[in-house]
C-alpha cells in the first residue's frame, strides 16, 4: 500500500540530493549557521540547532539510500540473471546473490581454476571449425 508511494519518494529524495544544487545548498546552510555563532555567543541552543537538524537528516537518509541501493541492486541482478539465461553462460549463477558468503567464494575460486585451465590449454575448448563450445561443468 505505501511501497509505490515510498519508492516515488525514495527516487525523488535520491535524485534532488545528488544534484550539484543540493550539496551547495547544504554547504551554504552550514556556513550560515557558523557566521551566525557569534551573533547568539555560540550558544548551547546554537550548537543544538545544527546537531539536532544533521542528526535527524542523517537518520533518515540512510534509510532512503539504503531503500535506493537495494532496488538498484535487485534491478541489476534481475538484468544479469536474464542476461546468463539467455546466453551459453552457465545457468547456475543465477541466485548465487541468495548464497552464502563462503559458497559465492567456492564458486568464484571455481570459475578462477577454469579460467587458469582455459589459460593453459587455450584450444581446449575449441571445436574442430574454429568456433567456441560452452565449457562444461
Given amino acids: 500500500m505505501l511501497e509505490k508511494p515510498f519508492t516515488r519518494a525514495a527516487n525523488a529524495v535520491a535524485y534532488v540530493t545528488g544534484l550539484p544544487v543540493a550539496f551547495i545548498a547544504c554547504l551554504a546552510l552550514v556556513l550560515g549557521w557558523a557566521v551566525s555563532g557569534p551573533l547568539f555567543g555560540f550558544s548551547d541552543t546554537w550548537q543544538l540547532i545544527i546537531n539536532t537538524g544533521t542528526t535527524i537528516v542523517t537518520f533518515l537518509m540512510v534509510f532512503l539510500i539504503q531503500n535506493?541501493?537495494?532496488?538498484?541492486?535487485?534491478?541489476?541482478?534481475?538484468?544479469?540473471?536474464?542476461?546468463?539465461?539467455?546466453?551459453?553462460?552457465?545457468?547456475?549463477?543465477?541466485?548465487?546473490?541468495?548464497?552464502?558468503?563462503?559458497?559465492?567464494?567456492?564458486?568464484?575460486?571455481?570459475?578462477?581454476?577454469?579460467?587458469?585451465?582455459?589459460?593453459?590449454?587455450?584450444?581446449a575448448s575449441r571445436s574442430t571449425t574454429g568456433k567456441s563450445r560452452p565449457a562444461a561443468d
Fill in 68 to 123: 535506493t541501493q537495494n532496488r538498484d541492486g535487485a534491478a541489476m541482478q534481475t538484468k544479469l540473471d536474464e542476461l546468463i539465461r539467455i546466453s551459453n553462460a552457465n545457468n547456475r549463477f543465477i541466485g548465487i546473490e541468495h548464497l552464502t558468503e563462503t559458497e559465492v567464494e567456492e564458486i568464484r575460486r571455481a570459475c578462477e581454476r577454469a579460467v587458469r585451465r582455459k589459460s593453459l590449454h587455450p584450444n
